[in-house]
C-alpha cells in the first residue's frame, strides 16, 4: 500500500489507513453529557496557510458539519522550507517560523477553550510539507510546549482521503474522480458513494475493511497523492526545466489514472460512455474556478460561493483564457488572492496535465470542502452521511411528518408527468418549498420576494453542504416566484442570472410551482390546520395535464390544472387565474396555464 511506502509505520504521529479509527475516533452522539461535547476543533497545517475551524456535531443538524468558527493565519509552511533568505537551510524550519506557527496555535487552544471544545475533540494535522521537513519534531514539540496540542502527520493516502471525502460532503452523492490541489501536493481518487451503504462509522469500517468492502475504503486503497501542489509547482516553474516537470506529472498522472480505471468499473464506463465527471477541491482548483466564475457567460454570476460550481468539459479546457485574464486583469477577482493569481500559471499546468491524461471530460464540479470537512464526514455514521441536507433544514413553521408528505403531494399533482423539464423538482426540493412558502405571511410581498431570492445565495443556508448551485437557484427561482417575482431593479440582474443556470426550461417551470405554491398559500392559510388531520386531509388536489389548444386562439401550448375536490368558500379567497396568468413573464417562452376548478377528487 501507499502508506507503507511513504510514511514510517512505527512513527505514532503519522495517521495512516491502518490506525485511522484510533486517531480518528468516530463521533457518538449518545455519549455526551453537555452540548459542547459536539464540538470538535481541527488545525490543517497545510503548505500554503494554516486553517482553524471550530464545528457543531449536535444531531438532527450533524450532517450539514455547520461550522461556528473558522479563521486562517497565511503562513506557508513550502516557502519556509524553501526560503532563499540569508542563513536558511532547505527543508528545514527556521526558529522565527517556528515560534509564528506555536503562538498561533496557542492562541486557537485559548478559543477552543472559550468555546468548552473537549481537549480530546482538538485535531492538528499536518500534510506535504510537515511531510518533507528534516526538523518537523521541533515544530512539533513547540507547538506542544506552547499549547499543549499534538500534530498528526497525514500519510499520502489518507490525505487523499481526507480531500475525497470534504468533497463528497458537500453533495447528496458524488460518482467520479476526485482531485484535490493544495500548496505541496496533488491527489487523485475514485468514488462512487453509491456502492455500498453500513450504520457504523466511516472510520470503524476502514479498520473492518477485509471482507467488507466500502466505496470509502476501495477508494482510500487506490488514491494516490502526487508531488505536484501550487506551491512546490511555483517554485519549480521558477527554476526552469519546465519539459522535464511536466513530463513527470504527466507520467505519474496517467500511470495513476490508467490505475483507477483498472480499479474501478464505474470510471472506465464513465470514459467510454457519457464522459467523465471529476471533483475538484482544495485552494489550488478553487482558484481556477473562480477565474472561471469570472469569465461565466452568465455575468455577473449570482452565486458568489465556488462550492456547487459546475462547468461543462468544453469550457474547463479554456487554460489559455484564463491564463490571459489572470494576466491582462487588475481589478480584484472574487476568490483569489494575490497569491493565489501569482500562482495561477502553476495551478494552469496542473489543469493541463488533468486535460491530458483524462479523456472525454463530461463535467467538472468545484467542492468547498478539504481535510477538515473530510475529518468530520467520516465522524458519522453512514446513515446520516446519507441524509439529504435540505431535509434537516429548520423552518418556522412546525409540520409533522404527514403534513409535509401531503403537502408534497399536492405540489407534485401539478406537475404534468409527461414534462421532463418537471423533473428538477425532487422530493426533498419540494419538502423545502413546502416549509418555507408560509415563511413571512405578514411581511409585503417585494420584500418576501427579495428575501426568498437571495436565502438559498447569501442566507442562513449559504455554503450548506448537498446544494449545487442548480439547486440553489431553483430554490430561489421558486419560492421567489411564489411571491409572484415582485424584485426591484437591483434584484433582477440576480433573477436574471439564476434563470441563465437553470434555463429557460427550468426557469418557467420554477415561475410555474412557484405560482401554484402561491395558490395553495391562498387555499391553506394556516399550515398546521387542517393538512392531515385526522386522516381526511386538505380535501384537493391539483391535476397537471399538458396540452395545446390553449389562449384565445388556441394557439398555445402549456399546462392544463385541474383543481380537483370540495374547496367550499375558500375558492373564492384565491385569485390563481390573475396569479397563473403571469407564469413565464420575461422568459420569452409562448405558454400559456390555464385553471378549471371544482372537479371531484
Known sequence: MED?????????????????????PPHNADDVKKSTDHLYALVDMGSNGIRFSISDLSPPTARLLPCIYRDRAPISLYDALHSSLPGSRELIFDSDIIAQVAKRLAGFKYTCDSYGVLSKNIGVFATEAMRTALNRKEMTDAIKRESGLEVDILSPQVESLLGAMGARGGFVGVRGLMMDLGGGSVQMAFMDSGASVSSA??????????GVETYWGKSAAF?????????????????????????DMRTRFQETFQGLCGSFEELQKQVENEGVTIYLCGGGFRGYGSMLMHTDPINPYPIPSIAGYKVSGKRFRQTREMLRVNEV???????????????????????VGIISVVPNIKEVIFCGGGNREGVLFLKLPSQIQETHPLLLLPSNHSMSDTQVTELIEILSSSLPASQPGTKIFTREILSYIVKYMWENMADISNLNAARALHTPISGPMAGMPGLS???????????????????????????GGLRGIVGEEGAWWCDYLGAVARGVCGLVVVPRRNVGDGGKGLGFRFKGEWTDGLGKKGKREGVRLRVLGDLGAREKDVELEKVSGKVGKGLGLKRRVEIVWGEEL
Do not use: Y
Open 4 to 24: 507503507k511506502a511513504n510514511a514510517t509505520m512505527a512513527d505514532p504521529s503519522v495517521i495512516t489507513i491502518d490506525n485511522i479509527s484510533s486517531r480518528m
Open 201 to 210: 462509522s466511516s472510520v470503524e469500517m476502514l479498520e473492518a475493511s477485509t
Open 223 to 247: 488514491a494516490k497523492s502526487m508531488p505536484f501542489g501550487a506551491a512546490k509547482m511555483t517554485a519549480m516553474l521558477g527554476k526552469g526545466d519546465i519539459d522535464d516537470i511536466r513530463n
Open 329 to 351: 486583469e487588475k481589478e480584484k477577482i472574487h476568490g483569489m488572492s494575490k497569491r493565489r493569481r501569482e500562482q495561477f500559471p502553476a495551478i494552469v499546468e496542473v489543469v
Open 469 to 495: 448551485h442548480e439547486v440553489i437557484a431553483i430554490l430561489s427561482l421558486t419560492l421567489c416566484a411564489r411571491w409572484e417575482n415582485d424584485v426591484g431593479k437591483v434584484d433582477r440582474g440576480v433573477l
